[in-house]
């Protein structure tokens, strides 16, 4: 299997959107299954920060949403803060038989 | 709620076996339909699927490590194990455990995560 490709870095100001893509084929993102993302900052683990494509756990800000078209899913946050620098990761099983993971490169938010 | 705690050594000398133990607390690793998970995260690289255990004992294991990973439960210490073998310094790594869901046609997803235990392979 492998790793999902997502953009390297993205960067935007405060109280800007952003988007973050994340593609895969049709053996994982493209299938029914729905993505997971994850937020990470430095020496910190992985939050899940989405969950079945564009669910929020509970204590998540609205201000994150995940979306899918095909074989690319998305993450956007809007009304950017500091505290969302940080590395994200999209995360999809692959497979209907085993449910192998995969995870995305992940992509490091830089707010300006 | 559930929390989650890595422990072992933090240095394994090459070809030698790497072990770690997470231990769940706040829930009974057997109550629910959830799985328990290994991944794993090279300085400064993405994060890596290991494998995932159900309580039943049953398992699913990356392709590319599979040869040299065991995952174990027990159920009575509300633990579960991570044992890779012939480890190398590619194996060197932050190894978290988290609690894993799958829902069929919905998608998988991680939470929580414990808060990750660097292992370093060298002699």
């Known amino acids: 299997q492998s790793a999902l490709t997502q953009p390297a870095s993205v960067s935007g100001s405060p109280g800007q959107s952003i988007t973050i893509s994340c593609t895969g084929t049709s053996s994982d993102v493209g299938s029914y299954n729905l993505v997971s993302w994850y937020q990470q900052h430095p020496g910190k683990a992985p939050k899940l920060m989405i969950y079945e494509g564009s669910k929020r756990p509970s204590g998540v800000s609205n201000r994150f949403s995940g979306s899918k078209s095909g074989n690319t899913a998305s993450l956007t946050i809007s009304g950017l803060q500091a505290e969302d620098e940080a590395d994200y990761y999209c995360?999809?099983?692959?497979?209907?038989?085993?449910?192998?993971?995969?995870f995305g490169g992940g992509t490091k938010l830089t707010v300006l | 709620q559930v929390q989650l705690q890595e422990s072992g050594p933090g240095l394994v000398k090459p070809s030698q076996t790497l072990s770690l133990t997470c231990t769940v607390s706040g829930g009974s690793i057997s109550s629910g339909s959830y799985y328990w998970s290994w991944i794993r995260q090279p300085a400064g690289k993405g994060l890596e699927w290991i494998g995932r255990?159900?309580?039943?004992?049953?398992?699913n294991y990356n392709p590319s490590l599979k040869s040299r990973v065991t995952i174990s439960v027990d159920t009575s210490k509300n633990q579960f194990s991570l044992k890779l073998s012939s480890v190398t310094a590619a194996d060197t790594a932050v190894y978290y455990c988290a609690r894993m869901f799958i829902v069929v046609g919905r998608g998988n997803w991680f939470d929580p995560w414990g808060q990750g235990t660097l292992v370093t392979v060298s002699s």
């Open positions: 255990i159900y309580t039943s004992g049953s398992t």
């Open positions: 995360c999809s099983y692959a497979g209907s038989s085993t449910f192998d993971v995969v």
